[in-house]
């Protein structure tokens, strides 16, 4: 005997599961999970057992389930179990699932009670399931027993308060009928995790131990200690029809006769019993069902808007069609034109926000790059002046000079212009490729068609590369015109006048002092492990200092380094660093920070190593130049000059430094425009006027325009999954108005379940005469407390005449004991009303009417059986 709701629910949840795997989806439904909470032997197991509708629980006296198990329900074709303990052991006897749990909880706990927290794992798959998740957890004590430890209230409860306290697990609050709710332990911590009360339900168990004359009426009706969504009686197979071997169906009957027999019961013997208890649960995962509809459905109708445009281009989708073709080919040309000048010029939308591309790229090299490897050309400050001073003793041969020579000023100059060459070639070749990159990128959007997008490759690179060789003729052209004449008449060239008064130290220009040049993050990456290792610092570059902070707040100064005498040069980084590194050091042999000779500055990328050389220079700290000469220093040291020859050396050195300077601004503002005219706005020109006659000259229109074997299946797939979604959305559709969704019961006063409530409510317990032997009538009840009850009529004590009203009589009862006397109670009275109605009343009689929410329940001649 199965649950018969949840196999209702199996096939509404297939059609999900169907709908989402035609897309190639997940349907992530996410049942709750139902927990059992109780005391020890309260008929936990049972009642979950019962759920299922299958035997496999170890039963027993005592402390039975001693390690939590969680038990996976997964809807399959076939039924067997396994343990995640045994996996490759499949369990198609139920009674050898039961034995594994025992043994298993013995070998971690042993055999003398102990418990541990230490979940069993088991996975029942059966045609008859949902994907659900059930939880036993091992009964709430107070008292170690065996070998169980001495906190074990505390480690049983840590354990039950760990499943749940999630949201998506509906609890089962299980208590015996034979003990008083109010000391319930399974209803107290229910409470502290669902306040509330949205998933906890009562359950109450044990009602056909109750003492004789006793019953759980009032718990029942929800009177007594109300829940939310109320309480809810079962009858469990007792040990003995267990070890009968008591099928569930038999026991199922058994609990129903028990229900419709008992007079306290029977006029709610509908709202009792396993059956109920499984519609209830069944109900919870049928609204659960439809409150994940709406999410399912939005995250299916975004899919299938964001196809739908495509998939419109598809539907009268002709591969073979010359005009689509043609048509394709101008939109895709014309696309990769605009995507060009976009990446160049730069636009507002598509930006790309992870790195840099096309035109800033390009913008660095003119602006940073570019500037920094000029300035990396700077002499060295000895070599000029012996070279300045060779050059005028030359000049002059044999003969002692009286006055500077113009022809020395003319030699040194245009030495330093040649020097130029290097830096400017190297920077056109760094924007070609800069520019190839950018080619590649905008045809990344032809990739539908790879005859075509090879061949935009291959005619747009080649003609950057015909660029290339007039771009340098026309750069290499520039620094020739500036050798042919040197213009000592420019503005901005001091003289001869001025620089006999120079002083050399003024040379540096730098920046205005504070000016803050650059803020950043930089790793000092030669601090020894000992004092910290490497760490990262906040560094802010002024005109003046380097400064570094704890934080950007800049609030904790960690240092501040002058920049006099400082240079920089390149570190080359550790085998297994992935940073880059440069140094800086003091050119008089001074250490620069503690004990060290030079800092190493680490980046993340050689863009930052670059971008930070360029802020460097522009505070007036210069790469240091390479070592080449190997053993001048003798020489140097031996060398000396006459005053004159000094001052002369003097003059010319600040000559050309000046005009130099003037040669360096000349080249920094033609080198980009050059660039940009002769290489990239020809390139744009290209894509825009003569790219697609070079394409039909190069290839026939059907090659160029034949679809690749990935873009023919994905329009398949596209379509596929376009119709699978219209589907998936109308089977959605369907379940959403098939399913009935019960609303959440209104909220009770359940200020009885406050932690701490003091005073116990009284115990449920009715007069002796309200349970009769079987087989005798009932006799009328013992009046409460309140007004005394109507006079009956032979003989009954008077009393106050009631109201004067009549209600229609009780219904007699047919069958086998329709001769003995009105067997009826009175239906349930609302508690505020003192007195019930004694049966037997003749009609006619005025007497209060029954009360209006609870209505008995009316046997029908068909089924007196049940009571025999």
Known sequence: MGNRGMEELIPLVNKLQDAFSSIGQSCHLDLPQIAVVGGQSAGKSSVLENFVGRDFLPRGSGIVTRRPL?????????????????????????????????????????????????????????????????????????????????????QIRDMILQFISRESSLILAVTPANMDLANSDALKMAKEVDPQGLRTIGVITKLDLMDEGTDARDVLENKLLPLRRGYIGVVNRSQKDIDGKKDIRAALAAERKFFLSH????????????????????????????????????????????????????????????????????QMVQQFGVDFEKRIEGSGDQVDTLELSGGARINRIFHERFPFELVKMEFDEKDLRREISYAIKNIHGVRTGLFTPDLAFEAIVKKQVVKLKEPCLKCVDLVIQELINTVRQCTSKLGSYPRLREETERIVTTHIREREGKTKDQILLLIDIELSYINTNHEDFIGFANAQQRNTQTNKKRAIPNQVIRRGWLTINNISIMKGGSKEYWFVL?????????????????????????????VEKGFMSTKHIFAIFNTEQRNVYKDLRQIELACDSQEDVDSWKASFLRAGVYPEKDQTESEDGAQENTFSMDPQLERQVETIRNLVDSYVGIINKSIRDLMPKTIMHLMINNTKDFIHSELLAFLYSSSDQGSLMEESAEQAQRRDEMLRMYHALKEALAIIGDIS???????????????????????????????????????????????????????????????????????????????????????????PQIPARPARIPPGIPPGVPRRPPAAPSRPTIIRPAEPSLLD
């Open 70 to 154: 969680i038990l996976q329900l997964i809807f399959s074709k076939t039924e067997y179990a396994e343990f995640l303990h045994c996996k490759s052991k499949k369990f198609t006897d139920f009674d050898e699932v039961r034995q594994e749990i025992e043994a298993e909880t013995d070998r971690v706990t042993g055999t003398n009670k102990g418990i541990s927290p230490v979940p069993i794992n088991l996975r029942v798959y059966s045609p008859h399931v949902l994907n659900l998740t059930l939880i036993d957890l091992p009964g709430i004590t107070k008292v170690p027993v065996g070998d169980q430890p001495q906190d074990i209230e505390f």
């Open 263 to 330: 007079p306290a019961y029977r006029h709610m013997a509908e709202r009792m019993g396993t059956p109920h208890l499984q519609r209830v649960l069944n109900q919870q995962l049928t609204n659960h069902i439809r409150e994940s509809l709406p999410s399912l459905r939005s995250k299916l109708q975004s899919q299938l808007l964001s196809l739908e445009k495509e998939v419109e281009e598809y539907k009268n989708f002709r591969p073979d069609d010359p005009a689509r073709k043609t048509k394709a080919l101008l």
């Open 542 to 570: 002024t005109a003046e200092s380097l400064s570094w902070y704890k934080d950007e707040e800049e609030k904790e100064k960690k240092y501040m380094l002058p920049l006099d005498n400082l240079k920089i040069r390149d």
């Open 737 to 827: 108005t098939s399913t009935v969704s019960t609303p959440v019961p209104p909220p009770v006063d359940d200020t009885w379940l406050q932690p701490g409530a003091g005073h116990s409510p009284p115990p449920q317990r009715r007069p002796p005469s309200a349970l009769l032997p079987p087989g005798r009538p009932p006799s009328l009840r013992a009046p409460a407390p309140g007004p005394p009850l109507l006079p009956l009529p032979g003989g009954a004590p008077p009393g106050p005449a009631p109201p004067a009203f009549a209600a229609p009589p009780i219904p007699s009862r047919l069958g086998p004991f329709a001769a003995a006397s009105d067997p009826f109670t009175a239906p």
